[in-house]
């Protein structure tokens, strides 16, 4: 089977990985430029907006199936060219991509199937956002309506950054387009998780949790990034929660899309907080989560590739999926300056990695003369693996450790309230399978 892996961040190198150990013998190949995928398949350098290209890369290399990695050509539509070219695919269509493409979509949705999710405002006018952010109560939760590379939150504790969000997002138009509407939702407290679930269009099937770390600093300080490391699984996701989350948030979005004409097929990302009254809501993602899906996809027991095949061929309900008992902990080392201004160009080396450890890479390209290179933003991540979740932390950090590229920047603390969460239980509770 030839497979296309649309994307070549560290998300797409997981999936990669997955998808190569797969029984179907796939062949793959991949859009974008990323050395550690080159290693697995063969890569075109092809802009992901340039989707008539992509198409007929596909044709030209007889793709027989397609998995869609990143947000942004899910919600310009690129599956619906790909089916209509003839190309089996891996993600939701362009109207079922809503559900992060537009947040105030995505918050209408679920009030009107009655999925919980804080209460809201929706602007389009900035004075209009003004007057309410004078009289709101705060902290309050602003965010673009589209797309923003991770960065389209601010929890605003004051007036003065309450103001200059929505000056920056709406004025200034720091995220373009998508800072022309905003949410303004009400500030909710607990433990936060994030849950992939593979969709047929009618049937779920839930993957492992995880819990993200957004801030760039140690301590949940600084701004917020695409994710600077990751959990997996979550212990604060007990199968109490998982219960409720199935009932009354999962399997009553899948309906609620099928009964609007907006039938998902493919990842659909559940962020979501457990708050004292009960779990709900904060926002739903179109594809894997990055870099929940580091984590999540290296305990993998199971074909990816199968799987994936089973959610676009409609036959979830026949499948379950096996995990790897145990924890991974990804750590993400970054750029220096990133999120704000990142330095790229810096040479990478990588020493020598244990059994339980794996490198994925999500900005480096490789020199004619064999060097590694960083390129962007989040550079790297490191995913350690261990039966509990201080094991798996060691394991994570003693790699990075082996990692060295001028400015590298990784946060210290990743895992640490899951850790205090796993020691206060006597033992996590976490749903693994």
């Known amino acids: 089977m030839r497979v296309l892996i649309v994307g070549s961040g560290g998300r797409e190198h997981a999936l990669a990985k997955a998808i190569a150990k797969s029984a179907l013998h796939p062949v793959l190949f991949g859009i974008g430029v990323n050395a550690g995928m080159s290693g697995l398949a063969e890569m075109q350098d092809i802009k992901l907006s340039d989707h008539q290209a992509i198409l007929s890369y596909a044709w030209d290399k007889e793709i027989d199936f397609a998995v869609i990695g990143p947000d942004q050509p899910l919600v310009d539509g690129l599956v619906d060219l790909l089916e209509t070219g003839g190309i089996r695919c891996f993600g939701p269509n362009k109207r079922a991509s809503r559900v992060e493409g537009s947040k105030a979509w995505a918050k209408a949705f679920m009030q009107r199937h009655h999925i919980p999710t804080p209460a809201y405002r929706v602007f389009s006018d900035v004075n209009e956002a003004m007057e309410y ?13 589209g797309l923003a590379l991770g960065k389209g939150v601010v929890i605003a504790e004051d007036r003065s950054t309450l103001f200059s969000t929505l000056t920056g ?32 269009g009618e049937h779920a099937l839930p993957l492992l949790s995880a819990m993200d770390h957004k801030r760039a600093w140690d301590g949940d300080q600084g701004p917020n990034t695409g994710g600077m490391g990751v959990v997996a699984p979550n212990p604060y996701y007990t199968q109490e929660v998982a219960d409720f989350c199935m009932q009354n948030i999962v399997l009553p979005t899948i309906r609620g899309l099928k009964e609007e004409g907006s039938s998902f097929v493919g990842c659909l990302f559940f962020g979501l907080m457990i708050t004292p009254d009960a779990p709900t809501v904060i926002e739903y993602n179109c594809r894997f989560g990055d870099p929940e899906a580091e984590a999540v996809l290296a305990l993998l027991d199971d074909d990816l590739l199968d799987l994936l095949l089973s959610a676009r061929e409609g036959t979830l309900d026949t499948r379950h999926v096996r995990f790897h008992p145990g ?67 060691e394991a994570a950090y003693e790699a990075v450790k082996q990692t060295h590229f001028t400015g590298m920047h990784y946060r210290t603390d990743i895992g640490f309230r899951a850790l205090k969460r796993e020691e206060s239980d006597g033992s996590s509770g976490a749903v693994v399978s």
């Open 133 to 145: 952010g004078a009289i709101c109560p705060l902290p309050i939760v602003i965010k673009a309506d």
């Open 169 to 200: 997002m709406m004025v200034d138009h720091i995220h373009g387009k998508s800072g022309e509407t905003i949410v303004m939702e009400q500030f909710v407290t607990g433990p936060e998780v994030s849950l992939l679930v593979l969709c047929d």
């Open 327 to 393: 924890y991974a902990v990804s750590v993400t080392v970054a750029s220096r300056g990133y999120p704000v201004c990142s330095e790229i160009g810096k040479q990478i080396t990588i020493g020598k990695m244990a059994d339980n450890v794996e490198v994925l890479y999500a900005a480096v390209a490789q020199t004619v003369n064999g060097e590694l290179i960083s390129t962007g933003g989040r550079v790297l991540h490191v995913v350690g693996r261990g039966s509990g979740i201080q094991e798996a932390r």
